[in-house]
């Protein structure tokens, strides 16, 4: 196998003449015949070393199994086919551990395994989809390596009762603008054979791209589906409501905030934190970060805050924060 820069005719040449000598003055039909030969080895090889259905079934299962629970495919082959080898050795014979050795558990086929599934998934999805009324949520979102994110989920009529899936997810290569989204969802329903006049709503947030009356994505898929009606995702709405929190409850983050930012600020506070809940028997040994993206995250880290309460009073006397034990101290602070 040569690199793409040794395809050169006079590098090629200088190759076949330096190394091959023997084979410089072969004519073409000679070289042709040799590359008819490699492909029949190619061929015989596969077939001969062919998995029988049960370890084949076998492999997709643990692909499945690793795709749900979002592991690394190389998991399979470091450490599920091991232990696998180690339970039946002992619970069963050598015999049985040499036939889990049959399962191809290999990094790229996990990888391949987790495809196929990826695809047979989708076509099942889209064959529930054609020739059905259908209701859409699209949103455009970024995640935790800043990658602009196209989503789109479906929901449709099946045996009358309802049912929500994900219709894809797509990178926005370029700008994320409403006809750049709405040529990814045409190019989609189109490859699958899906028709546009089955679309009969569309939910989004409020932004310009989604929801603009003139040149944003609703406006582009009013155009395709006359029919089509437009609602403001509840979700989102109810994301803005609670931005305005009251004013008790407004104090309390603030001040939650602030003692959670005082023991995480250094890696030696967090260690000495953990070590005192460790020490109380804590069901916890660390408090959460608040997120302002995501508001139900201030459920969690007030729950979080009152469970270790005593923990960060005792945290807060070993730091000179008296201020802070006072606060944990007090009644009426616990009980807001």
Same mark, same amino acid.
């Given at each position: ?22 084979? $410089? ?120 390596? @800043? ?31 409403? %006809? %750049? ?19 009969? /709503?569309?939910?989004?947030? /409020?932004?310009?791209?989604?929801? /603009? ?25 109810? $994301? ?17 905030? /602030? ?15 953990? $070590? ?9 040994? $660390? ?29 807060? %006397? ?8 006072? @606060? ?9």
């Amino acid at each position: 196998m040569l690199a793409a820069d040794s395809m050169k005719p006079n590098k090629l040449r200088r190759h076949l003449k330096t190394l091959h000598p023997n084979h $410089a003055d072969k004519p073409l039909e000679f070289f042709q015949q040799k590359r008819a030969e490699y492909c029949q080895q190619s061929s015989r090889f596969v077939n001969a070393t062919s998995v029988n259905q049960r370890a084949l079934l076998a492999s997709y299962k643990v692909a499945y199994q690793i795709a749900q629970c979002k592991k690394k495919h190389s998991i399979a082959e470091e450490l599920i086919m091991p232990a696998a080898l180690d339970m039946v050795s002992v619970m069963l014979d050598d015999a049985s551990a040499a036939k889990i050795k049959t399962i191809p558990l290999s990094n790229d086929t996990v990888a391949r395994r987790i495809n196929d599934i990826a695809n047979d998934l989708k076509e099942q999805l889209v064959d529930k989809l054609k020739d059905k009324l259908k209701d859409s949520c699209f949103d455009e979102a970024t995640d935790s390596n @800043k990658d602009c994110l196209f989503i789109a989920y479906v929901r449709f009529d099946m045996t009358n009762s309802l049912c929500e899936d994900l219709l894809f997810c797509k990178y926005v290569r370029d700008r994320a603008t409403a %006809e %750049e989204l709405f040529k990814m969802l045409d190019c989609f329903l189109t490859e699958n054979g899906l028709k546009w006049e089955n679309c009969i /709503g569309v939910c989004s947030d /409020g932004a310009q791209t989604m929801a /603009g009356m003139r040149n944003g994505l609703w406006a582009l898929i009013k155009k395709a589906s006359p029919n089509a009606e437009w609602t403001h995702c509840v979700i989102h709405r109810e $994301a803005l409501a609670s931005r305005h929190l009251s004013s008790e409850l407004s104090e309390v983050m603030t001040d939650i905030v /602030g003692v959670v930012n005082f023991i995480k600020t250094r890696p030696l506070k967090t260690r000495v934190f953990s $070590a005192i809940c460790e020490e109380m028997g804590a069901e916890h040994q $660390a408090v959460l970060f608040h997120s302002e993206a995501r508001w139900l995250s201030r459920r969690k880290i007030l729950s979080r805050v009152f469970e270790l309460r005593e923990q960060i009073r005792m945290f807060s %006397e070993q730091e000179h924060k008296y201020d802070l034990a006072e @606060k944990f101290s007090d009644e009426n602070f616990l009980a807001k």
